[in-house]
């Protein structure tokens, strides 16, 4: 089993769509959780860190579920900037602040 | 600004030559970090450095190496002896304090050898 897998996607959805991506991750000694945004040929760039009691920032909604062991991300009202590659991340402190990433999930928002 | 700054962008090299990319931050963060993202692949790790002159291997280390003789740089020579070096490479820093773990990632080198 992977230590962090994600919803395989691609997503495709029009503009104004709401989507929402999961990720479960193998390991409950994991401590800190993130998600980030790849762009094609780029870097990944951190979107939002994961709180255990949950965390919006505008149009994005990060939840967590320490008992299942499943991180989500959800977006309200695409746009097309939003087309990316997401990447659930999970982070080991007591491993030097190592990151496991999931393979991502590419979302396409089409006009 | 503040920034992680990879060099060259690009970069060519024939097989059984090293290659050393260059990675530089002035975030004054503490911890660094080498990372590999191949087609389809999630990032794998190289190798990292919490401290200056401290290093450990990642879970990709075979045919790599490193060295952190200041807290702003951390290079990373692909050596020969690394099978298959075409790859994208991604450097990344986190401050590692206040419970604050989070990683901020250069802009990458893209080497391809042939």
């Known amino acids: 089993r992977k230590e962090v897998e994600q919803d395989p996607g691609p997503f495709n959805v029009p503009e104004g769509a709401t989507v929402a991506f999961n990720c479960t991750y193998s390991?409950?000694?994991?401590?800190?959780f993130f998600w980030y945004r790849q762009d094609c040929r780029k870097e990944p760039k951190l979107l939002m860190s994961v709180y255990s009691s949950g965390n919006e920032d505008g149009r994005f909604t990060a939840q967590l579920n320490r008992a299942s062991q499943y991180i989500s991300l959800l977006i309200r009202d695409s746009k097309l900037s939003d087309s990316a590659t997401y990447l659930c991340v999970v982070n080991y402190w007591d491993q030097g602040g190592k990151l496991i990433f999931g393979q991502g999930t590419e979302l396409s928002v089409k006009p | 600004d503040g920034g992680i700054t990879q060099s060259p962008k690009y970069l060519f090299r024939k097989e059984g030559q090293n290659v050393t990319l260059s990675c530089e931050q002035n975030l004054n963060h503490d911890a660094m970090y080498w990372y590999r993202q191949d087609p389809g692949q999630g990032l794998r790790l190289i190798y990292y450095?919490?401290?200056?002159?401290?290093?450990q291997k990642g879970d990709i280390a075979e045919g790599y190496s490193v060295s952190r003789e200041k807290k702003e740089s951390f290079p990373l020579t692909v050596t020969s002896a690394q099978k298959n070096p075409t790859a994208f490479y991604l450097c990344a820093s986190s401050p590692r304090q206040g419970g604050s773990y989070e990683q901020y990632f250069g802009p990458g080198t893209r080497l391809t050898v042939t």
């Open positions: 390991n409950s000694a994991s401590q800190s």
């Open positions: 450095s919490q401290i200056v002159n401290d290093f």
